[in-house]
């Protein structure tokens, strides 16, 4: 029992900093992806945007899949931060192409068009896999 609470306190505080730097940078990523794209997520999913609601979770679920594999295989907070600074990075990338493919996707989103919304979620779903993938080795 001792060698397992031993361990518990050597682990603990190691725990405690990687999660606050991995939801720090969730939490960062995304206030930099709203600020990046042309519509306020927040308003129109208050206001029943189901567009709005669908790009935004494709957004935190692609930030956040990379971002769990980094907290598995880090060796440092510094892994974190670089890996998702990478990944975010990725996801801006992957927002802004996909925003050049589908005209006027800014505006389409404020009108509740869900079909171009789903295609862009899956593809910042996607582009954080591949991400995931690549960070995992």
């Known amino acids: 029992m001792e060698a397992i609470l031993n361990s518990l306190l050597t682990g603990l505080p190691f725990l405690l900093l990687h999660s606050s730097v991995t939801f720090a940078m969730l939490v960062s990523g995304l206030i930099v992806y709203a600020w990046i794209t042309p519509y306020d997520e927040l308003a129109l999913i208050k206001a029943g945007n189901t567009a709005a609601a669908i790009t935004l979770s494709g957004a935190v679920i692609g930030f956040a899949i990379p971002l769990a594999i980094t907290l598995k295989t880090s060796l440092n907070t510094w892994d974190i931060i670089l890996w998702g600074l990478v990944t975010l990075t990725l996801i801006l990338v992957a927002y802004r192409v996909m925003d050049f493919v ?25 582009v954080g896999l591949i991400a995931a993938a690549s960070v995992a080795g």
């Open 102 to 126: 589908i005209r006027d996707f800014g505006k389409r989103v404020e009108d509740n068009e869900t079909g171009p919304a789903v295609l862009v979620a899956a593809v910042k779903v996607a």
